[in-house]
């Protein structure tokens, strides 16, 4: 049974920084791409970042520049790290795995649970 797990979220000031975690069991994701995406409040869940097999990265243009995704294949594991944070990237993230698209439209055969970002102002 494949499962993604998260870790790392939590209440962080505006402009402050935070690296969110995802660890995967029940099969290796070495040679799909992973993601991070997110739902606010009120909001559907969107794309943030994605990193594919051969390390290739996508992010959605609100974060770019902020915002890096990195995979550890040897663990099974993608993490984001989250620089200059802000209020609006308040939201539940959730890593992905076996994920398919272009550019900034991804579908994912895999979900985490999800993790809370709160981003004070």
């Known amino acids: 049974q494949v499962q993604l797990v998260e870790s790392g979220g939590g209440l962080v000031q505006a402009g402050g920084s935070l690296r969110l975690s995802c660890a995967a069991s029940g099969r290796t994701f070495g040679s799909s791409t992973m993601g991070w995406f997110r739902q606010a409040p009120g909001k559907q869940r969107e794309f943030v970042a994605v990193?594919?097999?051969?390390?290739?990265?996508y992010y959605t243009d609100s974060v770019k520049g902020r915002f890096t995704i990195s995979r550890d294949n040897a663990k099974n594991t993608v993490d984001l790290r989250m620089n200059s944070l802000k209020p609006e990237d308040t939201a539940v993230y959730y890593c992905a795995a076996a994920c398919s698209g272009t550019v900034k439209s991804w579908t994912c055969d895999y979900w985490g649970q999800g993790t809370q970002l709160t981003v004070s102002s």
């Open positions: 990193i594919t097999w051969s390390d290739s990265t």
